[in-house]
């Protein structure tokens, strides 16, 4: 039976640091970086150092050489790599994550090495992005995020004009779909809904839209709460 072709590495331009101490290989990419750095942000990897490591053929232990490096497996290149623009920051107070997308990832790096201050970073970041509310919503029901931050995108699901598509209300879940169809009839009582030509003074739609998520998604925003006041005395 024929032997498969050895995996060919390629030391990552950046992150293969020259006093780094452990070697670690994603796809075909190896990075050599410093376990205090890791040890410092992840439970994970300081679990992963406790674990005796096997010998090479060479006797090198895993992850002190190219040739036998420490492998993730089920991640990409371009994952661990957004997730070291964080650990190991370019440009002190800059980050190199500028798109959903890199946010999206850099979560999900987070939530697998169970960085909980990277995750809350994350979270923060994505919340300033252009996000549709629909993939806002269930990107954070996915990872269990702050649902204050969800106030602006239940708010527009509830006033839109269209009703809501059988593929979102997939991606929404059933509960969570039933508490916006509440919602939408809370909306369309109230005859504060974007529907019919109709243009409610701005000031009835906060204050009723606040009351609104409060009530029937259980959402009290700081944004929200600025209007509380004055949303009880329209109720």
């Not at 923060?124 to 269990?144: C, G, M, T």
């Not at 998604?217 to 949303?231: A, N």
Request: some cysteine.
């Amino acid at each position: 039976m024929p032997t498969p072709p050895t995996l060919s590495y390629k030391r990552d331009e950046h992150y293969y640091i020259s006093d780094g101490n452990v070697v670690i290989a994603v796809e075909n990419v190896l990075f050599k970086l410093h376990r205090s750095r890791l040890d410092a942000y992840s439970p994970v990897f300081r679990e992963m150092w406790s674990i005796p490591t096997p010998t090479s053929e060479g006797g090198s232990e895993e992850g002190q050489s190219d040739e036998n490096p420490i492998i993730l497996h089920g991640i990409k290149a371009i994952d661990f790599t957004r997730f070291l623009w964080i650990v190991y920051p370019l440009d002190l107070g800059v980050y190199e994550a500028k798109t959903v997308e890199d946010w999206k990832s850099i979560l999900d790096q987070a939530e697998r090495w169970q960085v909980d201050s990277l995750r809350t970073l994350a979270a923060e970041q994505l919340h300033k992005l252009d996000i549709l509310p629909v993939a806002k919503i269930s990107l954070w029901n996915k990872y269990n995020l702050d649902r204050s931050m969800l106030s602006e995108s239940f708010r527009d699901l509830c006033v839109r004009a269209e009703s809501l598509t059988e593929e979102e209300a997939m991606d929404l879940g059933m509960a969570i779909f039933i508490k916006v169809a509440k919602g939408r009839d809370e909306v369309h009582r109230f005859g504060i809904c974007n529907c019919f030509g109709r243009h409610p003074p701005e000031d009835r739609i906060t204050g009723q839209l606040t009351r609104i998520v409060r009530d029937v998604f259980g959402i009290v925003s700081e944004d929200s709460s600025k209007h509380l006041l004055f949303s009880k005395s329209i109720r």
